[in-house]
């Protein structure tokens, strides 16, 4: 006997009205996605659920790979047998001496099928004597059990199921449209395009790369960062600005004290043109409130006056603690802590405003015809597509 | 030639000493540095730690690239003592461990510290038990060979992990030196804290190695300055060594199987006929690992069998070659309660996956030529 199944539920997305089946197909494309290294593996859907048929691929390796999906509440390792007494109380003894580190357990019965004769109370009953009998150290725990072994007597099948592991929650990826992440390679902007997808947002990427100022290092910082994401839904597309003449000539002409002001309204109006041209309906950026001087709700203001697209900030009221505890979890905190120059750290003026005023830095801007430079940049982008594929990186093959 | 002493060092695989010369070529910059040259060679460093970690199922931060086997010793054993001598001052080894292990000990004796050495039984295997009833308060360290490079004998180290991990105080080296590619470990679980990993015995090349250093592991590092190797080892990385000793490998993972399996069969094949051979006693326990056959010819001087031999361009050790130039006697075999006619006439065998049945019986008629001869002189 093998566990055959894993079973997935999906809570909050079960609610969403007329919605519902279009996140549900969602969720189903992308664990398909997720488990192309699986390639014996298929994506069911039946009432109120999924199942992920392992057809003889190992267990663990693609539980890991389904708890990294978002949109999902809870995955167990299932067995699926026939609406038979002696094969249920057959696979639930299985489950049952597989378990590691149980001592205490539970049966919960569930019985959809009305037509299987025996009652669930009565069944709960039947297989916890029978488990009971066949082994050695067990007890029966009906409040805090190691185990809950979940029966489901459906109409198609039995399924037994044993420990839940959580998922990671929110709706699945590319359910709630696409932004545009502007990821800088520091820690908090991975973090915030996190937490953007775990709401379903996909994401593409936009990085400002001004050589020599910043690296080929700096720049590949940030395809590693936005290779991590790729884990959490499908490819990532990154847009890569030519940025150098735009900024040398803000730091040349612009008061030095607003010209972090004014550089990163340039971001954001270069921003704004590739999602006009990708249709990509809003920004997210990792800002958090008063973390650094173009961070306070001024700086804001001022920022935010060039675009009429939204732009998300999921971390606005987090702590920078709890931005680098989920940093850690998702593996990008080792990549965003190499330390190169990128394109916030390279001109920090001496003393950068920290109360911006929108009148100032429009009269500043007013100086200079910044449409041509905007036009340069945008024009020269250079987009990369980031799989995730494991088998992406042959470069070094023939020496390992 | 016939090689027969494959536990002294091995010869490199072409296909490794190819990947050396490449990647000393087209990656020579310092991972360190952070022009374009500098990144590339960061980039093939970090792929290189990840295969190897892929290799050994463990995590790529614990990995740590070392110039070899005595290195990596002397890393885990001085880097535990020195900084956690605070929680206490006690460390355990065995009667029979290599020379770079043996020595640390002693070396930290001589600072203060109390070791305790367990002793081994005629096989050269310690007891789990005996090591268990050591374990004190103030100890924090244990380490012991996995397998013997002198006997083959296979000590009890998963046995061992699993006492250890009672112990959250202290912490268990593995020396694996001989183990890898001969007799598997796995260290996932394995209550194991530090495994010390050589690439000359693998068909890699000399001054290349590796540490396996399990997370939340602290070590007082041997060498001091630029912080490489999570800073538990300072120094540029030895970029092409490391590629090299991950392709080593890489190359006896993917053998293994069929490898061990063949050297068992030659083994037996020499264990059937050393013991029908006249004056000849096998050392090497029956379940011991496959590629070492130890044996004694008393009466006769061992260095004298082995130059008769090495006439014939057949080549074979006595006893481990990092101690042979010192006295006769082996410590291990002496350690196993041999008297000193035994102990002082050791050869060891030593095989590779790439040995043939031929080579064995041609050594072994060679063998039984030369001591036949040399008694008659001597007689």
Same mark, same amino acid.
């Given at each position: 006997? #093998?566990?055959?199944?894993?079973?997935?539920?999906?809570?909050?997305?079960?609610?969403?009205?007329?919605?519902?089946?279009?996140?549900?197909?969602?969720? #189903?494309?992308?664990?398909?996605?997720?488990?192309?290294?699986?390639?014996?593996?298929? +994506?069911?859907?039946?009432?109120?659920?999924?199942?992920? /048929?392992?057809?003889?691929?190992?267990?663990?390796?693609?539980?890991?790979?389904?708890?990294?999906?978002?949109?999902?509440?809870?995955?167990?390792?299932?067995?699926?047998?026939?609406?038979?007494?002696? *094969?249920?109380?057959?696979?639930?003894?299985?489950?049952?001496? !597989?378990?590691?580190?149980?001592?205490?357990?539970?049966? @919960?019965?569930?019985?959809?099928?009305?037509?299987?004769?025996?009652?669930?109370?009565?069944?709960?009953?039947?297989?916890?004597?029978?488990?009971?009998?066949?082994?050695?150290?067990?007890?029966?725990?009906?409040?805090?059990?190691?185990?809950? /072994? !979940?029966?489901?007597?459906?109409?198609?099948?039995?399924?037994?199921?044993?420990?839940?592991?959580?998922?990671?929650?929110?709706?699945?990826?590319?359910?709630?449209?696409?932004? /545009?992440?502007?990821?800088?390679?520091?820690? *908090?902007?991975?973090?915030?395009?996190?937490?953007?997808?775990?709401?379903?947002?996909?994401?593409?990427?936009?990085?400002?790369?001004?050589?020599?100022?910043?690296?080929?290092?700096?720049?590949?910082?940030?395809?590693?960062?936005?290779?991590?994401?790729?884990?959490?839904?499908?490819?990532?597309?990154?847009?890569?600005?030519?940025?150098?003449?735009? #900024?040398?000539?803000?730091?040349?002409?612009?008061?030095?004290?607003?010209?972090?002001?004014?550089?990163?309204?340039?971001? /954001?109006?270069?921003?704004? #043109? +590739?999602?006009?041209?990708?249709?990509?309906?809003?920004?997210?950026?990792?800002?958090?409130?008063?973390?650094?001087?173009?961070?306070?709700?001024?700086?804001?203001?001022?920022?935010?006056?060039?675009?009429?697209?939204?732009?998300?900030?999921?971390?606005?009221?987090?702590?920078?603690?709890?931005?680098?505890?989920?940093?850690?979890?998702? *593996?990008?905190?080792?990549? @965003?802590?190499?330390?190169?120059?990128?394109?916030?750290?390279?001109?920090?003026?001496?003393?950068?405003?920290?109360?911006?005023?929108?009148?100032?830095?429009?009269?500043?801007?007013?100086?200079?015809?910044?449409?041509?430079?905007?036009?340069?940049?945008?024009?020269?982008?250079?987009?990369?597509?980031?799989?995730?594929?494991?088998?992406?990186?042959?470069?070094? *093959?023939?020496?390992? | 030639?016939?090689?027969?002493?494959?536990?002294?060092?091995?010869?490199?695989?072409?296909?490794?000493?190819?990947?050396?010369?490449?990647?000393?070529?087209?990656?020579?910059?310092?991972?360190?540095?952070?022009?374009?040259?500098?990144? &590339?060679?960061?980039?093939?460093?970090?792929?290189?730690?990840?295969?190897?970690?892929?290799?050994?199922?463990?995590?790529?931060?614990?990995?740590?690239?070392?110039?070899?086997?005595?290195?990596?010793?002397?890393?885990?054993?001085?880097?535990?003592?020195?900084?956690?001598?605070?929680?206490?001052?006690?460390?355990?080894?065995?009667?029979?461990?290599?020379?770079?292990? $043996?020595?640390?000990?002693?070396?930290?004796?001589?600072?203060?510290?109390?070791?305790?050495?367990?002793?081994?039984?005629?096989?050269?295997?310690?007891?789990? &038990?005996?090591?268990?009833?050591?374990?004190?308060?103030?100890?924090?360290?244990?380490?012991?060979?996995?397998?013997?490079?002198?006997?083959?004998?296979?000590?009890?180290? =998963?046995?061992?992990?699993?006492?250890?991990?009672?112990?959250?105080?202290?912490?268990?080296?593995?020396?694996?030196?001989?183990?890898?590619?001969?007799?598997?470990? =796995?260290?996932?679980?394995?209550?194991?804290?530090?495994?010390? %990993?050589?690439?000359?015995?693998?068909?890699?090349?000399?001054?290349?190695?590796?540490?396996?250093?399990?997370?939340?592991?602290?070590?007082?590092?041997?060498?001091?300055?630029?912080?490489?190797?999570?800073?538990?080892?300072?120094?540029?990385?030895?970029?092409?060594?490391?590629?090299?000793?991950?392709?080593?490998?890489?190359?006896?993972? =993917?053998?293994?199987?069929?490898?061990?399996?063949?050297?068992?069969?030659?083994?037996?094949?020499?264990?059937?006929?050393?013991?029908?051979?006249?004056?000849?006693?096998?050392?090497?326990?029956?379940?011991?690992?496959?590629?070492?056959?130890?044996?004694?010819?008393?009466?006769?001087?061992? &260095?004298?069998? %082995?130059?008769?031999?090495?006439?014939? $361009?057949?080549?074979?050790?006595?006893?481990?070659?990092?101690?042979?130039?010192?006295?006769?006697?082996?410590?291990?075999?002496?350690?196993?309660?041999?008297?000193?006619?035994?102990?002082?006439?050791?050869?060891?065998?030593?095989?590779?996956?790439?040995?043939?049945?031929?080579?064995?019986?041609?050594?072994?008629?060679?063998?039984?030529?030369?001591?036949?001869?040399?008694?008659?002189?001597?007689?």
């Amino acid at each position: 006997m #093998q566990y055959d199944h894993i079973l997935i539920r999906y809570g909050e997305m079960a609610l969403k009205g007329k919605n519902r089946k279009h996140f549900i197909v969602q969720l #189903q494309n992308n664990l398909k996605q997720q488990l192309k290294a699986f390639p014996k593996t298929k +994506v069911k859907r039946t009432q109120g659920r999924m199942f992920v /048929l392992l057809n003889g691929h190992d267990p663990e390796p693609v539980m890991e790979k389904c708890s990294n999906v978002f949109g999902i509440q809870s995955l167990s390792l299932a067995i699926k047998i026939q609406n038979d007494e002696a *094969d249920i109380k057959e696979a639930a003894l299985w489950a049952l001496k !597989n378990s590691v580190n149980v001592h205490t357990f539970k049966v @919960s019965v569930k019985r959809i099928d009305k037509t299987f004769p025996i009652r669930s109370q009565d069944m709960n009953q039947v297989l916890g004597r029978h488990l009971l009998s066949n082994t050695t150290g067990y007890t029966v725990d009906v409040h805090q059990p190691d185990l809950e /072994l !979940n029966v489901e007597i459906r109409t198609e099948a039995t399924y037994i199921t044993s420990n839940v592991v959580p998922g990671l929650g929110g709706l699945p990826v590319g359910s709630s449209g696409k932004t /545009l992440l502007m990821l800088s390679g520091g820690i *908090d902007s991975p973090v915030a395009g996190f937490m953007a997808m775990k709401r379903g947002v996909e994401i593409e990427a936009i990085h400002f790369h001004s050589p020599p100022f910043t690296s080929e290092r700096a720049k590949q910082k940030v395809l590693d960062l936005a290779e991590k994401l790729t884990r959490y839904g499908n490819k990532i597309r990154v847009h890569i600005v030519p940025f150098t003449k735009l #900024q040398q000539h803000i730091f040349r002409e612009m008061p030095e004290n607003y010209a972090m002001t004014i550089m990163r309204r340039m971001m /954001l109006r270069i921003s704004e #043109q +590739v999602c006009k041209q990708e249709s990509i309906l809003s920004m997210t950026t990792g800002e958090s409130l008063g973390q650094v001087a173009s961070q306070t709700m001024e700086s804001m203001n001022t920022i935010n006056e060039v675009t009429n697209y939204p732009v998300l900030r999921p971390l606005v009221a987090m702590d920078k603690d709890d931005i680098i505890r989920i940093s850690r979890n998702i *593996d990008t905190y080792d990549i @965003s802590i190499r330390p190169f120059e990128d394109c916030c750290t390279i001109f920090v003026p001496k003393s950068p405003k920290t109360r911006p005023s929108r009148e100032k830095v429009n009269e500043f801007e007013l100086q200079t015809d910044f449409t041509g430079l905007i036009e340069e940049a945008v024009n020269g982008i250079e987009v990369i597509t980031l799989s995730g594929k494991p088998d992406a990186d042959t470069e070094f *093959d023939d020496l390992l | 030639m016939i090689y027969l002493d494959n536990s002294a060092t091995t010869k490199p695989e072409p296909s490794v000493l190819q990947s050396f010369y490449q990647a000393s070529e087209r990656f020579f910059a310092n991972p360190s540095s952070i022009h374009q040259l500098g990144g &590339e060679a960061e980039k093939l460093m970090a792929k290189a730690k990840e295969q190897a970690s892929e290799l050994l199922n463990v995590h790529r931060d614990e990995i740590v690239f070392t110039s070899g086997g005595t290195e990596g010793n002397n890393l885990a054993i001085k880097g535990i003592a020195l900084e956690h001598q605070g929680r206490g001052r006690h460390i355990i080894t065995t009667a029979v461990e290599h020379s770079s292990v $043996d020595e640390a000990f002693k070396g930290l004796e001589q600072l203060g510290f109390d070791v305790t050495y367990i002793s081994v039984d005629e096989n050269g295997v310690i007891s789990a &038990e005996e090591l268990n009833d050591a374990i004190r308060d103030d100890t924090i360290l244990i380490s012991m060979m996995h397998v013997n490079n002198e006997l083959g004998s296979i000590q009890p180290v =998963e046995e061992v992990g699993q006492i250890a991990k009672q112990y959250p105080k202290l912490f268990f080296h593995v020396d694996h030196v001989q183990g890898v590619g001969k007799v598997p470990l =796995e260290l996932t679980d394995s209550g194991i804290d530090l495994c010390t %990993i050589s690439g000359h015995k693998i068909h890699g090349l000399k001054g290349t190695g590796l540490l396996y250093v399990k997370k939340g592991t602290v070590l007082y590092p041997l060498f001091h300055g630029g912080n490489q190797e999570q800073a538990l080892r300072s120094g540029t990385e030895n970029l092409a060594g490391s590629v090299s000793l991950v392709k080593a490998l890489r190359l006896i993972k =993917e053998r293994e199987h069929a490898g061990i399996k063949h050297m068992y069969m030659l083994q037996r094949i020499l264990r059937k006929k050393l013991s029908e051979m006249d004056g000849v006693e096998v050392n090497t326990p029956e379940d011991a690992a496959p590629h070492i056959i130890n044996i004694s010819v008393p009466g006769l001087k061992p &260095e004298v069998i %082995i130059h008769t031999l090495g006439e014939r $361009d057949i080549y074979i050790s006595t006893k481990s070659a990092c101690s042979s130039k010192q006295t006769d006697e082996s410590k291990i075999l002496t350690a196993c309660g041999h008297g000193t006619d035994r102990s002082t006439s050791a050869l060891r065998i030593s095989l590779a996956y790439d040995t043939t049945e031929e080579e064995i019986h041609i050594f072994l008629d060679a063998l039984a030529e030369a001591i036949d001869q040399l008694k008659a002189v001597l007689e």
